[in-house]
């Protein structure tokens, strides 16, 4: 090899191009390659990290280069044997997908539990490889789509949305948090719907739910022969401590004496009929904490043991280490009305999600609230989310299925997801003294 002049010039203890860079191959003058140059191999480390960082800028990675799947913990911190798990096999997913970008990937979970992390690491990997990729968060690309029809724009409309139609690896960051008018879902639905055609990898992160999501795009997703979905358990791995798995909207600290071994089965005092009623629900409920599908409502009067009950569930599945979020229907709606106070510490969007996406969770006293539009609205949004998903739900009320909101109503009566458990036995007032007795039967007499 002959060494050749260059002005981006290589180590300078290097034998073969001494210093300049590059070399000309020592081939015959017919040789297709003769005269021409190439980088020494004294720049290959250089040329690829260069490579690396004109990629980054390209792909809008330049602020997520720390994001990597060595910078990622698969284990979490603080969590919970199943979460641990959960994310393990999510990260795990995503560095196989990264070793071999083919189909849909769509990461699902809440706020903060590495969907993102691991969508950049999906695309920093790339990048090391050679493999051109776009990372965009949805409402910038919708920004830069608007921004494109501008006079002063650098880069026609068309141009701009046809590179991030044909990237070869695209990553949509925060599907749905964008502004949903038509035209946003138009062009959406545009972009992924040629992927689709196509079959171009892509990478996608959201905190909704598939069905939340305008029914063309939700059709696209639905197909398992090119999209993968997982879905994150994991909370927001910005909280602090071993109390981050716990949410302020949990009341569950509060029934924490509500056990199955403190419960009462009220023999003493009930008819036969109405104690065998309680023992089944009882056994029931037990039956339930150790293999919860579906969900199981509880009716019955104030005070019979139905909120008991849910709390004893409740109580077991967090000791086996399970994530279970108690609220009382009244106290969630404050909650959420709340949340739309411009100085409230958390968006109206991260409480709905942290209960719609909750793995486990228990509304007590249904029925309770005041029954305003809006809160029928959301509480069926809350629902009827959680009845698609199959997401393990406990209720309490004491209204039966039939006087609630015919939308309502239908999801709870229907046997294949929602088991009706009526409690007979009337309210519970304490175990009588043996002196109260004694008084009781003085007075009979």
């Known amino acids: 090899m002959r060494s050749a002049p260059s002005d981006l010039p290589g180590r300078a203890d290097c034998t073969l191009c001494q210093g300049l860079g590059y070399v000309r191959l020592d081939v015959p003058v017919s040789h297709p390659d003769f005269g021409k140059l190439f980088p020494c191999t004294c720049r290959m480390s250089d040329l690829q990290e ?3 960082q004109t990629l980054r800028s390209f792909s809008n990675l330049d602020d997520l280069a720390r994001f990597t799947f060595e910078t990622f913990a698969p284990e979490g911190h603080g969590l919970s044997p199943e979460k641990q798990s959960n994310l393990r096999m999510a990260y795990d997913l995503a560095r196989d997908y990264a070793r071999r970008p083919e189909g849909w990937l ?8 590495g969907k993102t992390h691991l969508a950049a690491a999906v695309a920093n990997a790339a990048i090391a490889q050679g493999l051109p990729v776009i990372f965009v968060t949805v409402p910038d690309l919708l920004d830069h789509l608007r921004a494109a029809y501008a006079p002063t724009s650098t880069q026609p409309y068309d141009e701009r949305f046809e590179q991030v139609r044909n990237a070869p690896l695209l990553i949509l960051d925060d599907l749905g948090t964008e502004h949903a008018t038509a035209w946003a879902l138009e062009k959406l639905f545009q972009l992924l719907n040629y992927r689709y055609l196509s079959r171009l990898p892509t990478v996608i992160t959201t905190n909704h739910e598939l069905e939340a999501m305008d029914p063309r795009l939700r059709s696209r997703f639905g197909d398992p022969d090119l999209v993968q979905i997982v879905a994150i358990l994991a909370p927001d791995f910005r909280g602090s401590g071993q109390d981050r798995d716990q949410s302020d909207l949990n009341a569950l600290p509060l029934y924490r004496e509500m056990t199955f071994e403190t419960f009462d089965l009220r023999r003493h005092e009930l008819e036969r009929e109405t104690a065998d009623n309680l023992a089944r629900a009882f056994k029931r409920a037990q039956s339930y904490a150790a293999e919860p599908e579906g969900w199981l409502a509880i009716i019955g009067t104030y005070g019979c043991g139905k909120t008991h009950l849910a709390a004893a569930i409740a109580n077991a599945r967090s000791r086996q280490g399970h994530h279970v979020l108690f609220i009382v229907v009244p106290d969630l709606l404050d909650y959420l009305r709340a949340s739309f106070n411009p100085n409230s510490p958390v968006t109206y969007d991260k409480r709905f999600q942290e209960v719609r996406h909750a793995p486990f969770l228990v509304l007590d006293d249904l029925g309770t609230e005041s029954a ?15 009845y698609v998903a199959r997401r393990p739900t406990i209720i309490t009320t004491t209204r039966e299925a039939e006087d609630f909101d015919p939308k309502l109503c239908t999801r709870l009566l229907d046997a294949d997801r929602c088991e009706i458990f009526a409690i007979l036995a009337p309210a519970y007032r304490g175990r009588k003294t043996s002196r109260q007795a004694s008084r009781k039967r003085g007075r009979r007499a």
């Not at 769509?106 to 539990?113: D, P, Q, V």
């Not at 305003?372 to 959680?386: G, I, M, S, V």
């Open 106 to 113: 769509l990461l699902r979970g809440g706020y903060g539990c």
């Open 50 to 52: 260069r490579r690396a």
């Open 372 to 386: 305003t539009p809006w809160a029928q609205e959301k509480l069926f949004q809350l629902l009827n989310a959680r």
